[in-house]
């Protein structure tokens, strides 16, 4: 009996399909859900995880299910190869987990992409906030809150609609008023 069809071996073949489908459906929400899970509680206001997570996760569960279709194989380079791979993809894991936005009553929290620590902003380090309305090639609203330290960060209607006036109540209280302006 051949080798490579050895019951054993099969296994890397199943894991590889296994995380590739169930990649296809975490890809949508793996990084959102973590996020929401990890930091809504207490004093939550909204909690914002960016396109590029996702993508970022996407790129994450292609790696590893190639990292297990390379197991399959016998050959010590290819083993080597997907051994790497594996390692490539848990950078790709921890880069998407760590970007996103929190805004609580106390504070506002930012993490860019390959950024290890995270920003704290108070609501007194807002400078200025614009809500930028919708038009034909962007569908949503925006608000963008302007940090003293010059750090733009956008918060999308989607996600921040139901908690506007929150939002709104909080900026008044330290002296800011958004200006509506076209985008």
């Known amino acids: 009996m051949n080798r490579e069809f050895a019951e054993g071996n099969m296994v890397w073949i199943v894991l590889g399909v296994i995380t590739l489908l169930l990649g ?3 890809a949508f929400v793996a ?7 990890l930091f809504t509680y207490g004093d939550s206001i ?3 995880t960016p396109n590029i997570s996702n993508v970022l996760f996407a790129v994450f569960v292609v790696l590893l299910s190639l990292f297990f279709f390379m197991m399959y194989k016998e050959s010590k380079k290819i083993k080597l190869t997907g051994a790497a791979l594996l390692l490539i993809s848990i950078v790709f894991l921890a880069v ?27 609501w007194t380090d807002v400078e200025d906030a614009t809500l930028l309305k919708m038009n034909d090639d962007i ?45």
């Open 24 to 26: 296809a459906v975490l």
């Open 31 to 37: 990084p959102n859900l973590m996020h929401y899970m």
């Open 46 to 48: 909204l909690v914002q």
């Open 96 to 122: 998407s987990m760590t970007n996103y936005t929190v805004v609580r009553e106390a504070a506002i929290f930012h993490s860019d992409v390959l950024s290890i620590t995270s920003e704290k902003y108070e």
């Open 139 to 183: 569908p949503y609203n925006s608000l963008v809150l302007k940090m003293n330290d010059g750090t733009e960060l956008e918060l999308k209607q989607g996600e921040f609609d139901f908690q506007k006036n929150k939002i709104e109540s909080m900026l008044l209280s330290v002296g800011v008023e958004y200006q509506l302006t076209d985008r």
